[in-house]
């Protein structure tokens, strides 16, 4: 049986086969879990730069045996909180050309639904992002680039006290080196408990956990591609329970 990516219902939009036919195949999966953390810098500069028709980049490099990436943090947020007033961004894993991004690895599509923290994903700033990829080299420069907007909202990214690591550009080819950086966090693939994310048809869908204190899923959040280019579904619910079992979702 061909394989079939999935496919969200578009508000408007008729209903498809393929809204049918997708869940009569199989869905390549993959788990991501805790992992290790490899490259970081979470100090805050309190101030934001937003992707206002300017694309975001922050360069890191990988750990001395680190080959693969499972999930990156960000301090990643929006005042939006739909994407009818803003469009979702693309969050990336770049390889490094000359000191600039230069070729992307591995892509998620981030709502505003999602990244807006008091509807969506964020957790005290920090947004996780699931962006699976091995084959990295270690001990090597790699970039996180946040794809520029056109509409007047915008994500912000958080900067950190560094004073280096940032680059932006108009048109996410042309960069510019910036004396800040931004807050981040990368983590490796390897499998420390608890599961974080499932990444199926190379992030057509993805889902993200979150835990409570007891090791409880607390918040569970869902993103599957529409009908059409604007068109997905991004869904967040938060479990709550009573003396381990679970009463209920929101």
Not at 47 to 76: E, H, P, V
Not at 93 to 116: D, H, K, M, Q
Not at 227 to 233: D, R, W
Request: glycine share 10%; hydrophobic share 35%.
């Amino acid at each position: 049986m061909p394989t079939t990516t999935f496919l969200a219902a578009t508000t408007g939009q008729p209903p498809l086969a393929q809204h049918i036919n997708q869940l009569l195949t199989t869905h390549p999966t993959q788990f991501i879990y805790t992992g290790t953390s490899q490259a970081s810098v979470v100090t805050s500069g309190a101030t934001t730069t937003g992707t206002n028709s300017l694309w975001l980049a922050q360069s890191f490099t990988t750990g001395a045996s680190q080959t693969a990436i499972g999930y990156a943090q960000l301090a990643l947020s929006t005042t939006a909180t739909s994407g009818a007033t803003l469009a979702p961004t693309t969050v990336s894993i770049y390889t490094n050309n000359a000191g600039a991004p230069g070729v992307a690895l591995v892509s998620a599509t981030v709502t505003a639904e999602f990244a807006n923290l008091t509807t969506g994903g964020g957790t005290n700033v920090f947004t996780t992002v699931p962006l699976p990829v091995t084959g990295l080299t270690a001990a090597t420069q790699y970039w996180i680039v946040v794809q520029g907007t056109a509409s007047s909202g915008q994500f912000t990214l958080f900067r950190s006290a560094s004073a280096s690591g940032a680059s932006t550009s108009p048109t996410g080819s042309t960069w510019t080196a910036q004396t800040y950086g931004f807050r981040y966090n990368v983590f490796d693939q390897s499998t420390v408990a608890p599961l974080v994310a499932t990444w199926e048809d190379s992030g057509q869908r993805w889902q993200l956990l979150q835990y409570n204190a007891s090791l409880e899923i607390s918040n569970l959040s869902q993103y599957t591609g529409g009908q059409t280019t604007a068109g997905y579904q991004q869904g967040y619910r938060t479990l709550t329970y009573s003396n381990g079992l679970p009463q209920g979702a929101t």
